[in-house]
């Protein structure tokens, strides 16, 4: 090959072997080919570019006389639709026009026959209403002469139960009558009874304040006494005798004291005067203050200190030593003793014979009333101090009344 190619080329007149010849007509050829093929497709796509715009041309002129058909259509279906609408608008107009005569004809016809209706009915109204006067007419002669025969058995009755009632009246007149004579001589009696014992009360009250007085003026003419021997022993170096608040013993067992410790509270029960301290009870004596048994009926506005609260039967007590003392409105009383008023032995009953008894807060007259009982009725006793009984009355309440109206009989409750 080498050797050919270069004798082709030196001596440049084309010489050569056969391979060589055969490669250059086979390039040729494929050149050739290359050319017809091009040559080819640009024919052919020029024909299907010409093709293409016929079909699109055609595609367009269908389109076109499409929506003229279209509008046609449209135009010829618009007519038809208005031309059925004035038809149907003569039609319906034509129909109201008969429905309105034929409703005027209905109602023509049934006014009439409601006129006729109205007139037989009022015919029959005048009827009945002829005959229903005549009815109540009856009636009424009827009722008018039933009244009178019973305004005549009432007036009858009437007069009876006037002279009867009258009877009656008179005869409550006259026991009435006898009743207040009998309770005005029982009120004088018992006006006179209290008078008599307020005034024999008074007299002992009396009678008891000059003794107040006489001791009064005694003690204080025995205290100058005292503080003379007492300025004089001080004086000489002399000092005899207990200390001022030394206590003594009463021939009672109870404390006594010369004068009154600092701070005692002053009570009144009645026109008695007494002093509390430290639980005891003072009054004043000859000798000095002696402790007494608590005065039951004694109002403390206070509670004093040294009470303790203790619950006896469901109720409170206030105890201090052998004082005791419940809530009451106007303050704390002094009450007696509950345990001692729990025994059985000492309960009995009696009974009330005055009309109208007072039930007080204390044994005197000068304490408030807090009830009043009938005659009759029946009374528990629960302590008795002088004339006065402390009672449990039947509402369950509890205060004092005088003995001497109370029935001396009685029985004993505890037992039973």
């Known amino acids: 090959m080498t050797s050919s190619k270069k004798d082709y080329d030196g001596n440049g007149t084309g010489s050569g072997n056969n391979d060589t010849h ?44 499409n929506r003229t058909e279209r509008r046609n259509i449209r135009r010829e279906n618009r007519a038809e639709r208005q031309n059925l609408r004035r038809e149907n608008r003569a039609e319906r107009q034509n129909i109201k026009q008969e429905n309105r005569e034929e409703w005027q004809n209905l109602r023509q016809e049934n006014r009439a026959e409601r006129q006729n209706l109205r007139r037989e009915n009022r015919a029959e109204r005048q009827n009945l209403r002829r005959e229903n006067r005549a009815e109540r007419q009856n009636l009424r002669r009827e009722n008018r002469a039933e009244r009178q025969n019973l305004r005549q058995e009432n007036r009858e009755e009437w007069q009876n139960l006037r002279q009867e009632n009258r009877a009656e009246r008179q005869n409550i007149r006259r026991e009435n009558r006898t009743e207040w004579r009998n309770i005005r001589r029982e009120n004088r009696t018992e006006w006179r009874n209290i008078r008599r014992e307020n005034r024999a009360e008074r007299q002992n009250i009396k009678q008891e304040n000059r003794k107040e007085r006489w001791n009064h003026r005694r003690e204080h003419a025995n205290r100058r006494q005292e503080h003379r021997h007492e300025r004089y022993h001080r004086r000489h170096g002399h000092h005899h005798g207990p200390p001022r608040y030394a206590p003594a013993v009463s021939p009672l067992g109870l404390p006594l004291l010369p004068v009154l410790p600092p701070g005692a509270i002053p009570l009144k029960v009645g026109h008695i005067r007494f002093h509390f301290h430290g639980g005891l009870f003072y009054r004043h004596d000859t000798r000095g203050y002696i402790a007494v048994t608590p005065p039951v009926g004694a109002i403390f506005v206070r509670l004093p200190l040294g009470f303790t609260k203790v619950w006896i039967d469901g109720a409170p007590y206030y105890r201090c030593r052998d004082s005791w003392v419940r809530k009451a409105r106007s303050g704390y009383v002094v009450v007696a003793s509950p345990y001692a008023v729990s025994v059985p032995d000492f309960r009995y009953e009696v009974r009330v014979t005055a009309r109208l008894l007072n039930v007080r807060s204390g044994p005197d007259r000068s304490h408030r009333i807090l009830a009043q009982v009938c005659r009759g009725d029946i009374l528990e006793v629960r302590e008795r101090s002088g004339g006065w009984l402390f009672v449990r009355l039947p509402s369950g309440g509890e205060g004092w009344v005088m003995d001497r109206y109370t029935d001396s009989d009685a029985h004993l409750s505890g037992s039973g």
Do not use: P
Not at 34 to 50: D, E, G, H, R, V
């Open 22 to 65: 055969r490669g250059v007509h086979s390039d040729i050829r494929h050149g050739k080919r290359w050319l017809i093929a091009f040559f080819a497709l640009s024919l052919l796509s020029c024909w299907t570019s010409a093709a293409c715009a016929d079909r699109l041309e055609e595609r367009r002129n269908i389109r076109r006389e």
